[in-house]
């Protein structure tokens, strides 16, 4: 299934953005009366008729509106950015295809980055969204500082920490079924002071094994642990 992103879709707004009209007409060479599937990216899949294959505006007419099945629970990874951009636009890839719901990027003490472009991120995410086929664009937050995560809500709070002294893993500490908000720190790992804080805020200090990861690993690692423990017996 071949399926295009509209965001403002509506009874009164059925058509493609320019780009993704040009790729559905031009390159995938749908015409009038053949049938494609949209999705507006908060959790619906539209079957839709093509009424006007243009390559600037191709308009359709909605023959159904399907929900996508509803999770049982729900990821916020927030993590500080790479150095390199690539690595980050890896993991929100990854992360999109896994089924992550928000991305928050953290600005810390030992970040390495404090400039994001989250206009490409969003890009990403959209496109992996549809590689994936899904119908949940995740929120990507701009950059924030690291004490303003604090105050988000999830039925668990975790931050990553490497410590090898640390006898609670992330697999272990997670319950099936919940929101849960997972801190990854950047290569020098999070301060001291945002450690104490941090448990201060009642986040739970959590490994993630016994390899010392990078930080996009880390994240993927974390998304992967999260989303195993739904189908744990």
Not at 8 to 18: A, F, P
Not at 69 to 84: D, G, M, Q, S, V
Request: glycine letters at 4%; charged letters at 25%.
């Amino acid at each position: 299934m071949q399926l295009f992103f509209q965001p403002d879709l509506s009874e009164n707004h059925c058509w493609l953005t320019e780009e993704e009209s040009r790729h559905c007409v031009k390159v995938l060479r749908k015409r009038e009366g053949e049938a494609i599937v949209v999705t507006d990216g908060c959790g619906f899949f539209y079957d839709c008729i093509i009424t006007k294959a243009n390559t600037q505006k191709c308009e359709f007419k909605i023959q159904e509106k399907r929900a996508e099945p509803k999770k049982l629970f729900r990821i916020h990874l927030a993590i500080a950015p790479t150095k390199n951009p690539d690595r980050l636009e890896w993991l929100v890839e990854k992360a999109t295809e896994l089924g992550v719901d928000e991305i928050t990027l953290i600005d810390g003490d030992h970040s390495e980055r404090s400039f994001i472009k989250t206009e490409r991120l969003l890009k990403v995410a959209i496109s992996a969204m549809k590689q994936s086929q899904k119908a949940t664009l995740p929120i990507i937050n701009p950059l924030k500082k690291f004490s303003s995560i604090l105050d988000y809500q999830a039925d668990q709070k975790f931050i990553a920490y490497v410590d090898h002294s640390n006898p609670k893993h992330l697999l272990h500490e997670a319950i099936k079924e919940k929101s849960y908000l997972i801190c990854i720190g950047p290569e020098g790992d999070f301060s001291q002071a945002e450690l104490a804080s941090a448990i201060g805020a009642g986040f739970v200090k959590v490994s993630l094994g016994d390899s010392r990861l990078r930080t996009e690993t880390a994240g993927m690692a974390a998304c992967c642990l999260l989303n195993a423990i739904q189908v744990s017996v």
